[in-house]
């Protein structure tokens, strides 16, 4: 039997019980991968994170979701990184970070009050989607009418694949009801993928985009309340898709959790480098509690 102390740390807010909840092991190296998805599975949030040790990189972080490891979460990298300066470990301001996606670069700084964290993100990518909007409109409780068809609906990355369907009105955020069983028929390019409904309809006036994001039925989990890679992907879309003459340097505020009490925000930074466009997110968050589990862990 093994005390294992979790971390409850909520990213993209500053106020306990908002934004989006993530686990964090600080000790990482003392659980072998069958371990940290028991832990995981234990604590019961989207994603929980395992600070490990890193040949290449300041330090790695694992993350897993009750049902297998991912390669790479935002909101957990958020709360990563604010649980290990909070407890003194990581006094660096600039640092990078292994993932499975790749090395990233990480820098902190305080701006009134609150530790602010930018994470870079992979380069994007997208992939058309050959399936049914009328389909694809139903398991997330909508009408094909729902959906806007000024832009598409396609496969998006920034380091982990999502489906982007760009929904006409905001009122029709509270009526979706996913349902994640069809997620796999209905994705067949990319059966493992989730789906983020965006919207350029806003409650707050001072954003640029409302989102959900509903998971992959494969990850044990129904909702993420906050996204981090998936508003990563929103800006390189919005910028493709929506606007291609928006200047760059630019950052778009994404809104979500809204509909589930989780409301938060990511700021998204976009920049063209050597030809290519840069995506970056920002956000805070806030430590709520220290989850202990005994656990008997073989």
């Avoid at 330090?59 to 300066?85: N, S």
């Avoid at 660096?92 to 994470?119: C, H, K």
């Avoid at 905001?170 to 919207?199: D, G, N, V, W």
């Avoid at 309809?201 to 001072?206: C, F, G, K, L, S």
Wanted: charged letters at 20%; glycine letters at 8%; proline letters at 5%.
């Amino acid at each position: 039997m093994l005390n294992v102390e979790v971390a409850h740390i909520d990213a993209f807010s500053s106020i306990p019980g908002k934004g989006n909840p993530a686990g964090v092991v600080l000790n990482g190296n003392d659980y072998t991968e069958e371990q940290m998805l028991s832990i995981a599975r234990k604590v019961g949030f989207n994603e929980t994170a395992f600070v490990v040790s890193s040949d290449i990189a300041d330090v790695r972080i694992r993350y897993f979701t009750p049902g297998h490891e991912i390669d790479l979460c935002g909101h957990a990298t958020m709360g990563t990184v604010y649980a290990l300066k909070r407890s003194g470990l990581l006094p660096l301001s600039n640092f990078t970070i292994e993932t499975n996606a790749g090395v990233l670069p990480i820098q902190v700084r305080e701006e009134n009050g609150q530790l602010l964290m930018n994470m870079q993100h992979a380069k994007p990518a997208f992939r058309s989607f050959g399936g049914s909007m009328a389909d694809v409109a139903d398991a997330i409780g909508l009408k094909e009418e729902d959906v806007h068809t000024e832009y598409p609906i396609v496969y998006g990355s920034t380091g982990i694949w999502t489906v982007i369907v760009p929904i006409r009105t905001l009122a029709s955020f509270e009526q979706m009801k996913p349902a994640t069983e069809q997620f796999p028929h209905l994705l067949k390019e990319m059966p493992r993928a989730s789906l983020h409904p965006i919207c350029l309809e806003v409650r707050d006036t001072e954003n640029d985009l409302h989102a959900r994001h509903f998971s992959s039925p494969y990850s044990g989990t129904i909702e993420d309340a906050v996204t981090g890679t998936a508003s990563g992907v929103m800006g390189a879309y919005y910028k493709r898709f929506v606007d291609p003459n928006m200047p760059l340097p630019a950052t778009l505020i994404v809104e979500q959790g809204h509909e589930i009490n989780k409301d938060g925000r990511v700021f998204v930074h976009l920049k063209e480098t050597d030809g290519q466009m840069d995506v970056s997110i920002s956000g805070t968050a806030v430590y709520v509690k220290t989850i202990s589990l005994d656990m008997e862990l073989g």
